[in-house]
């Protein structure tokens, strides 16, 4: 949904560290979708602020327009494009109804 998204693309991150791999697949559609102008927001858990892969990607996407804040409370894993579409954290039963786990 992140891909096709027209004007706003909102997210939360609950574990707040990004793997390598994690980062090497989002970067193109991150930077795509900034590149398009669409506002990107992201809320992440404070453990980002531990870990240098993550903050070194997450400058990265800053300086191209990206908005980044880090929660200190637990917080969701949650998708929203457009305003339109929500994708709430997956459960083993519904795992393909909802967000990934990142």
Known sequence: MTFFARTENLTTNP???LSP??????RPVDLRILR??????TLM????LQDETTLAYLRELMVRGAEIRVSAYP???VIICDRAVALPRSTPTTRL???PDA
Not at 21 to 26: C, L, Q, R, T
Not at 36 to 41: I, K, L, P, T
Not at 45 to 48: E, M
Request: proline letters at 0%.
């Open 75 to 77: 917080i969701e894993r």
């Open 36 to 41: 398009r102008g669409v506002q990107m927001r």
């Open 21 to 26: 791999e994690s980062i090497e697949i989002s």
């Open 97 to 99: 109804a909802g967000a």
């Open 45 to 48: 858990a404070s453990a980002c």
């Open 15 to 17: 574990v707040g560290v």
